[in-house]
């Protein structure tokens, strides 16, 4: 696998089902465990090393050595092979790893297998990850952490700021997402100048999570959203897939929140969209906000 492809990270299931954001067609979550079998060599025959084993050559300053052992203690934790008594040990000295690593592939393993822990001793780490210098740690690191229970001591200041940098679409939603999904009290507050991005994909998801507290000046975003076509061929539009996957998620989000503002939108969608699937959605709604 080439070092272009390593780090490529697919949308987590758990995230977006569980998030205002669910319809954002953009890379918003991860496959924890599916993301560290990316790592490594693809052909690989079991070592017969346990999990304590591979973390100390983890430390090795040899790479090869490095990488055959993150690879193989990537199918422990796949497995689910190791001892709930082991896992302060394991989180503890892989986070001296990620400390004590200048490699950004290497940091980026353990944050991801950190993650895929979910547990609470992981946080330290993972909120530090916060301001690593590399984009993808960065990324892997806020949806981590929105995956953390609600409750968790999650360092907010460090996310909000990831809304004011200038920073790629994608880790820009990931931090929304994540105060939306822990229901973070500035949620709205962050959500409301993303309206007005440049970014189409950004003021869509601001306008997808600001239905929660049914904010007005959301509303003409949502038309927007609600109004996009499914037959847009041209470079760096969505395409018909996603653009249905981001009106059902103005729906079920309206639905959950039971916004009687978004009735006319929602009516109009009902009458004139193409897509059966969405207008069979739209009328479940109406029916919601009618009775």
Known sequence: MSEQNQGKIPPTKKMLESSPLSGIAVPIGIVLIGALIIFGVTKMLSTGKDHRDLIEEMNSKTFGNRWVAAYELSKFLASERIPK?????????????????????????????????????????LNAALEDQDHQVKFNAVVSLGNMAKGSDIKWEKVEALLDQDLDPGL?????????????????????????????????????VLIGSQNAEALPVLEEILNSRYDVAQAGELNGAQVEALKMSVLENVEKSKWNGMLPLIE????????????????????????
Request: without cysteine; hydrophobic residues 40%; charged residues 25%.
């Open 172 to 208: 820009k939603q990931v931090a929304l997402l994540t105060m939306a999904s822990h229901e973070h009290p500035n949620t709205e507050e962050k959500a409301l100048p993303l309206l007005t991005s440049a970014e189409k994909t950004i003021r869509y998801a601001a306008a997808i």
């Open 85 to 125: 008594e082991d896992m302060p040990w394991v989180i503890e000295n892989l986070s001296q790893v990620y400390r004590g690593t200048i490699d950004p592939r290497t940091r980026n393993f353990v944050v991801l297998a950190l993650g895929s822990l979910n547990n609470p001793l992981t946080l330290p780490v």
């Open 268 to 291: 109009k969608l009902e009458k004139d969209d193409s897509n059966v699937r969405v207008t069979t959605k739209a009328k479940q709604v109406l029916n919601l906000l009618k009775n």
